[in-house]
């Protein structure tokens, strides 16, 4: 597999799934891992959607956890494009389609009402500056709501997982409650939730959400995660989880 310059191999912590990546276009992070362990899958058949997908991350982890057929879309031409390599890379072009569109336009070849989970790790921030615009689009397409908002995502979500089919997300807690309103218009009710801490007495600063279809009231919050110990260095929790030793 031939790499466009700049472009390097990195793994999937726990896995020996390779990911094509750039710095300069796009890295995945922890963020889109813990989405990927967090989300309850089908162990067998069935099919998932990976809105906002970057370079494939979040469906390769996902082969590692069920036998459904995959479908990630991206709006970016460069990250599609990386996605669509990784995925001929690690042999797994019979399972995962990658498809690059504007999520709020997807082809009428991805059927609505028709996922059994819905995935997304969307754009985190919802205004940007004319430098940071400049400075990478690439970057600033990803982090920003420049072509999604929050409400487009779970919107676009809650179209596409089947009555009773999971929706799950991950954002930053200042806005959990815009995410906890908008599921539960979009008919998806918050079932689960779970805090992500960069240290023991730090703030959460990431937040996983799961959500069901026409699901009955009732949310669960889990045990938080803690990224770092005192010394900097990752917890033993946050490795078990992170290394896909979780289950």
């Known amino acids: 597999m031939k790499l466009v310059e700049g ?40 099919q998932i959607l990976d809105l906002c997908t970057g370079n494939g991350v979040i469906p390769l982890l996902l082969t590692t956890r069920t036998k459904a057929q995959l479908v990630g879309v991206e709006i970016q031409s460069k990250l599609a494009d990386m996605a669509k390599r990784t995925a001929a890379l690690n042999e797994l ?30 754009p985190y921030f919802e205004t940007i500056t004319e430098h940071e615009r400049n400075r990478n689009e690439h970057l600033a397409i990803a982090r920003h709501e420049i072509y999604c908002t929050l409400e487009d995502v779970i919107r676009v979500s ?9 929706v799950a997300i991950v ?58 110990n005192e010394q900097g260095v990752y917890t033993k929790q946050f490795r078990f989880i992170y290394e896909g030793n979780r289950e």
């Open 7 to 46: 472009e390097r191999l990195d793994y999937i912590a726990g896995t020996d799934l390779k990911v094509i990546q750039s710095p300069n276009v796009f890295s995945f992070s922890i963020d889109a891992i813990l989405l990927g362990r967090f989300v309850q899958v089908p162990i067998q058949k069935g």
């Open 93 to 122: 072009n019979n399972r995962i389609q990658f498809i690059e569109s504007d999520l709020n336009q997807i082809s009428n070849e991805v059927k609505r009402s028709s996922f059994d989970v819905v995935t997304c790790n969307p």
């Open 158 to 166: 809650s179209q596409y997982v089947k009555q009773k089919g999971k």
């Open 171 to 228: 954002h930053r807690p200042e806005r959990l409650t815009d995410i906890m309103t908008l599921m539960r218009s979009y008919r998806i009710e918050p079932k689960r939730v779970q805090f992500i801490h960069p240290k023991k007495h730090k703030d959460a600063n990431m937040v996983l959400v799961e959500g069901i279809k026409d699901g009955r009231s009732g949310l669960t919050c889990l045990p938080p995660i803690v990224v770092y």
